[in-house]
């Protein structure tokens, strides 16, 4: 499945913003997530849903602010973003992993990235 990001754009610190997943397949039976990597860090996890809505799991750095969801038949995931920080500045990454009929979630095992958007928070 091939996986397009959007949604990022430049927000002043506290504010809000929503970022989107386009697949171009069905996504039933994928873990789905997203990753950031800010300028100069390495790329770190941020949430993740599997693929029937029952198991989410998020960063304990992001926990309370962002909330994952999932339209399967939109093929779309969703990252919303609220309370946002400067240190949440980075580009943003969509990824799947196929879980068959699990709802185990993991933070590192993912085969399946989209390319970036860019969330740039102001202080």
């Known amino acids: 499945v091939q996986l397009q990001a959007s949604g990022g754009g430049l927000v002043q610190a506290g504010g809000s913003l929503r970022l989107s997943c386009a697949a171009s397949?069905?996504?039933?039976?994928?873990?789905m997530g997203w990753f950031r990597q800010a300028p100069g860090k390495e790329r770190e996890f941020v949430a993740a849903i599997s693929w029937n809505r029952v198991s989410t799991y998020y960063a304990d750095s992001v926990k309370g602010r962002f909330t994952i969801s999932r339209d399967n038949a939109k093929h779309t995931v969703y990252l919303q973003m609220n309370g946002l920080k400067a240190m949440d500045t980075a580009v943003y990454y969509c990824?799947?992993?196929?879980?068959?009929?699990?709802?185990?979630?993991?933070?590192?095992?993912?085969?399946?990235w989209g390319q970036g958007t860019l969330v740039t928070v102001s202080s």
């Open positions: 397949g069905r996504i039933i039976g994928y873990s």
């Open positions: 990824v799947a992993q196929y879980t068959g009929t699990s709802s185990h979630l993991n933070t590192t095992q993912y085969r399946n």
